[in-house]
């Protein structure tokens, strides 16, 4: 391998507390080595340091050194890196005609554009990939460090079409690939980008039908689409279209005879349609049960129920108590993408009143990727400042925690928390659920949620501004 470049292997943080703080690391050292293996990603690291004994090759500002830790086996040692990949990302060599980033506005950040398709990120982050430019090193790795589950993209299982739909002939087939992983004890969780036309019907029956005959296929996503008025000028391929509502309701019906299927084979029910079907379809949003653990929430499979489940709580926990205490915040204004306003405004409207608060939803159009893109976690900065501005705002602003990046700290657009804050001229919060806008509400200044929490994932938490 050759040397590695300064960013890579770069502590971006050093949690406090931990062992490496009490060793003496910084944000700025490199971790070169772990046990004299060189590292080429966090996997690697997370490999090593597994063990009781485990000596790091670290370089600073005075050089290189060797730490020495001592620590029961898989106790963390609290480094964060600044990246994922030391050895680069693995770019995507698809051509796939639905890619989303072919229908990015110019003028973006630039990491926006990177075609990444790297199973190392599939598992550290969830990210779905297609398998197509594994080496026979990768296969090695992956039954050698037993990386599992992976975020597998399938889109179909006929190897032709599934080849038309990569815009790769020398697509290696799916089916094969999966039963190779499930020889090395390798589970996988699969979607299907659902293309009108292309990819569904016939095709997705055979599709679904292939992939719950794999034991190690956990879960199957069914996701519409990206279809943005870039893309659809860009591309012009029929396939890049909204579903009917014709459409959206054959679909749930087709899924849901799989379902049956599959709880009947499996005792699971292993096929989901994405959230936006059952909102487009004004279908019934089933139940927790059907979602288990909730495998694929981040690829927006149960985010409603998520949503809908803890506002039936907050709102009995509510109900029962004797005596509210008037509210810190009198009027709130809370921002979201189009397809969910709906729901969240018929929550808003019963919470309002339970809490004695008023508390507006304000619907926001997708100006940077067209009407077509209506969820929340695509919502650019600059088309929620246009908006609110033309808004009777209330004294703080509620905004989708999804909307920003991973740290917490970026719109698609670049804007930051603080750039919204200050040009809107309201302090701004982010949050998932109903129950976190009523604690942050309801709760005096000095109890309400810190402002750092949680901010280096992507999961719940808050990010502040103002």
């Known amino acids: 391998m050759a040397d590695s470049p300064p960013q890579r292997g770069r502590i971006a943080a050093v949690t406090p507390g931990s062992l490496a703080e009490e060793a003496g690391l910084c944000p700025g050292d490199r971790v070169v080595a772990v046990n004299q293996t060189k590292l080429r990603d966090q996997i690697d690291y997370r490999f090593e340091t597994a063990e009781s004994v485990v000596e790091l090759t670290v370089e600073g500002e005075h050089g290189r050194g060797y730490v020495e830790f001592t620590k029961a086996p898989d106790e963390p040692l609290g480094i964060e890196f600044a990246d994922d990949a030391f050895d680069s990302t693995r770019i995507c060599n698809n051509k796939c005609f639905f890619c989303f980033l072919k229908g990015l506005p110019k003028g973006l950040r630039r990491t926006l554009y990177i075609k990444d398709d790297d199973y190392r990120l599939s598992l550290l982050h969830g990210n779905f990939v297609t398998l197509t430019n594994l080496t026979d090193d990768d296969w090695e790795r992956i039954a050698e460090q037993r990386l599992s589950p992976l975020n597998v993209s399938v889109h179909a299982t006929e190897l032709a079409l599934r080849r038309e739909l990569l815009g790769n002939p020398q697509a290696p087939d799916i089916v094969a ?41 956990q879960t199957i996503a069914v996701v519409p689409v990206g279809s943005s008025l870039e893309a659809d000028a860009r591309l012009r391929h029929p396939g890049m279209r909204a579903h009917t509502a014709k459409e959206t309701r054959l679909l749930l019906q087709q899924v849901r005879r799989w379902q049956r299927l599959a709880r009947a084979q499996r005792g699971t029910v292993t096929v989901f349609p994405a959230d936006e079907f059952y909102l487009q379809g004004r279908a019934r949003i089933p139940g927790a049960a059907t979602y288990g653990d909730f495998p694929q929430w981040e690829n927006g499979i149960g985010m409603v129920r998520t949503l809908l489940d803890d506002w039936a709580t907050t709102r009995k926990r509510l109900q029962r108590r004797k005596e509210n205490d008037p509210p810190t915040l009198k009027h709130v204004t809370v921002a979201c993408g189009t397809l969910i306003a709906p729901t969240l405004r018929t929550i808003m409207m019963e919470a309002g009143p339970l809490i004695g608060a008023r508390i507006d ?106």
Do not use: K
Request: proline share 7%.
């Open 177 to 217: 690939q999966l039963w190779r992983l499930e020889q090395l004890g390798i589970q996988a969780h699969t979607q299907v980008v659902l293309c009108p036309g292309v990819n569904d019907g016939a095709a997705l029956d055979r599709t679904i039908g292939d992939l719950l005959d794999l034991p190690n296929v």
């Open 361 to 466: 939803v304000v619907p926001i159009r997708n100006s940077l990727f067209g009407p077509r893109i209506n969820v929340s976690g695509l919502l650019p900065g600059g088309a929620i400042i246009e908006q609110l501005r033309a808004q009777t705002l209330g004294e703080h602003i509620f905004l989708p925690r999804a909307s920003l990046d991973y740290f917490g700290q970026r719109f698609l657009d670049d804007e930051t928390p603080a750039q919204l804050s200050a040009e809107l001229e309201r302090p701004i919060a982010f949050a998932y659920t109903a129950s976190e806008i009523v604690e942050w509400v309801t709760a005096a200044a000095d109890h309400r949620p810190p402002a750092t929490r949680a901010v280096r994932s992507n999961g719940r938490g808050w990010t502040i501004a103002g």
